[in-house]
């Protein structure tokens, strides 16, 4: 084929593309998280492609993301920026990787379910490297020299955008739709370059979903595939973001409540931001000296986000600004409470209920008028009924 340059680069946009797919379809969502189930025709296509154009394992891929998962932001997080280092993840996230890959304990506690069939032992994870020496000869008979050119790119096309900017400025830099326990970003709301991958936060919040996108005006490529495939009947979703509705009717703490807020406990915390933190600053500052709105803008990260890594001076002066505040106190003070109702161990969810039907009591108690309307927001909080 001999392609001037502008269908050459189209020609090659497209072979990284379906690279992209194939990691966030079949590694990602299916793989790792068991989002979906995938018809064995397509299964088998994306661990092909994957291997000729990655030399990746799958079982490699899919244990060191589930450790991500379970250890994120710790000494033991395989690529966490806020660990490691921006740059050491950004730069040579591939490094990483591969380091992690030699972990067989790593392997043998989060690689289960992965295929262990006969190509995946005899061939796939036998001879990766086998499978990209295959790609350089197929670009080469297809595009000539310049197919040299279009390998490299294929090659670097991972290692740069999912190896090095999603684990890099994925927790680093970005918008955050809900408050994890970690430094998990959107890096933007239009997931199209990345297949989705872009919306890091989501994933984050809901790891088990089939569908990253959570805002009207957030796009997820890799969604609109797996909905193309499910009417191939190629695929089938298993699992989605929940769906929650406010009953504002005479709302009433019960069981549901409960199950709704363990389900949506990152949404559950952005809301209390939202709601209760933001307002209660932006009163705090319009009352304060100028040195002390200085503070409060310091601080507000630390009233707000789940992750946050800052010096010890930093909450010297939140401890400092907590003390001089009542009012930021008691905001702080039931945050915390909030958390507990997930985080602390029961031996029923009655007493689960309890709890939290106390908090909500004591928050509509209170003098302030956004916890107060909050705990009325919270109290019909409910998962909306599927149809």
């Known amino acids: 084929m001999h392609l001037s340059f502008w269908p050459l680069l189209f020609a090659t946009l497209a072979l990284t593309h379906v690279t992209i797919v194939s990691v966030t379809i079949f590694l990602h969502r299916h793989q790792a998280h068991r989002a979906l189930s995938l018809h064995p025709l397509a299964s088998h296509f994306f661990r092909f492609w994957l291997w000729l154009t990655t030399a990746t394992v799958t079982k490699e891929w899919v244990s060191i993301h589930r450790k991500h998962h379970a250890r994120c932001e710790t000494p033991d997080d395989p690529h966490s920026p806020q660990v490691l280092g921006i740059f050491a993840v950004l730069l040579r996230g591939w490094m990483l990787y591969r380091k992690e890959a030699r972990n067989t304990a790593t392997l043998a506690q989060f690689g289960n379910g992965t295929p262990d069939d006969w190509l995946e032992r005899k061939l796939y994870s036998r001879f990766p490297d086998l499978g990209i020496a295959l790609m350089l000869a197929l670009d080469l008979l297809l595009f000539g020299v310049t197919g040299l050119a279009v390998w490299a790119v294929q090659m670097l096309w991972i290692p740069f955008w999912a190896a090095g900017v999603v684990n890099g400025l994925g927790h680093y830099l970005g918008y955050r739709n809900f ?66 509705i406010i009953r504002k009717a005479e709302p009433s703490v019960d069981i549901d409540t409960v199950k709704a807020v363990l389900r949506n406990r990152a949404h559950i915390l952005s809301l209390y931001g939202r709601c209760v933190i933001v307002p209660v600053l932006r009163s705090e500052q319009a009352k304060s000296p100028r040195a002390d709105r200085r503070l409060l803008r310091r601080t507000r990260p630390l009233l707000l986000r789940e992750y946050i890594k800052v010096d010890p001076a930093a909450w010297q002066n939140f401890s400092r600004m907590l003390e001089n505040s009542q009012t930021l106190a008691t905001i702080f003070q039931f945050k915390q409470q909030l958390k507990a109702v997930w985080t602390d161990s029961f031996a029923s969810h009655e007493e689960r209920l309890e709890r939290l039907r106390a908090w909500c009591l004591q928050a509509k108690q209170s003098d302030l008028p956004w916890l107060q309307h909050f705990a009325d927001t919270l109290s019909g909080y409910r998962l909306q009924p599927a149809h």
Do not use: C, V
């Open 179 to 244: 408050e994890t326990p970690d430094a998990s970003t959107n890096l933007w709301p239009t997931g199209l370059i990345i297949g989705g991958e872009e919306l890091h936060n989501n994933h984050h919040a809901y790891p088990a979903s089939a569908k990253f996108s959570t805002q009207r005006w957030e796009i997820d490529i890799g969604w609109l595939y797996i909905r193309l495939m499910t009417l191939l009947k190629l695929a089938k979703i298993r699992n989605m973001p929940p769906k929650t």
